[in-house]
């Protein structure tokens, strides 16, 4: 037994098993209209089936905010899955909405203003847009060049030290974020972990972002990165549809060993 065997054997037969998933990329393909996303046939699929097993949580984290994850996820109030969005700044459990706490009017008015400017900066740069967010504003450059995203980042790297220095700020597939939150999706794990009394955690992605999140992990967890990225995960798998199949090898492991 190799030891990606070994370490995909350990989750599935663990007594109580998060599944805590990426989406962009991990469960569904790279888009040019980022709410067009969604999950390909066999990742809801494999979900549903994770998801319908005992002592088995499926959860998304997702940097996106939670009224869009929903939408892009197509979850609706009857659904079995936790989602942890803005990277873990909101948030949704099977039968209640829990609210992320309330935020300063101050950075409220700060994240409005920072959103104009930057849209107006890089009104006349083809190929990129401003995506206002939740906690702050995220910069997409997946159908720009090469040297107009780099300038894209640049005005709002500029705008931002001036009058944010303190946001944090992400770098992603083609997107460049600034958030006044600080939670990441190494928080968004712990949180659903000790919510859940988790013994281990699957946790998948395929972004900077969710380097977090999979050195964050323990031993007996298992980390996958979807792609070719250097990496923290133990398991690299090239696509979407290799990760499915990982996933569906756990299900059958998780019902096999399941009284």
């Known amino acids: 037994m190799t030891a990606a065997d070994a370490a995909i ?29 969604r999950m390909t046939p ?16 499926v959860a998304l984290v997702s940097g996106r905010t939670l009224a869009d994850l929903r939408v892009i996820a197509e979850h609706d109030d009857d659904s079995p899955w936790w989602l942890m969005a803005s990277h ?12 992320a706490g309330a935020d300063d009017d101050a950075d409220l008015a700060l994240r409005d203003r920072l959103t104009r400017e930057v849209a107006a900066a890089i009104a ?14 995220g910069v997409h450059t997946r159908t720009a060049d090469a040297d107009t995203a780099a300038t894209a980042r640049e005005i709002a790297d500029r705008v931002l030290a001036a009058d944010a220095p303190q946001w944090r700020r992400r ?10 939150r600080h ?10 972990r000790a ?11 395929d972004d900077v972002t969710d380097e977090d999140a999979l050195r964050s992990l323990d031993a007996g967890d298992l980390g996958i990165h979807v792609g070719t990225a250097d990496t923290a ?14 996933l569906e090898r756990v299900a059958r492991l998780r019902r096999a060993h399941t009284p």
Do not use: N, Y
């Open 88 to 99: 873990g700044a909101e948030s949704w459990e099977p039968g209640a909405v829990v609210a």
């Open 183 to 192: 939670e990441g999706k190494d928080s968004a794990v712990a949180h659903l």
């Open 42 to 57: 066999g990742a809801r699929a494999v979900l549903a089936e994770l998801a319908a097993l005992p002592r088995t949580t």
């Open 171 to 180: 770098t992603g597939h083609d997107i460049l974020e600034f958030s006044f």
């Open 233 to 246: 995960a133990t398991l690299c798998v090239d696509d979407i549809d290799a990760f499915v199949d990982v």
């Open 195 to 205: 919510r859940l009394d988790a013994t281990a955690v699957l946790f998948a992605g």
């Open 124 to 137: 006349a740069l083809p190929g990129v847009h401003v995506e206002p967010k939740q906690f702050g504003l």
């Open 9 to 37: 054997e350990a989750v599935a037969t663990t007594e109580r098993l998060l599944v805590a998933l990426d989406f962009d990329g991990t469960l569904s393909p790279l888009v040019d209209e980022p709410m067009t996303a």
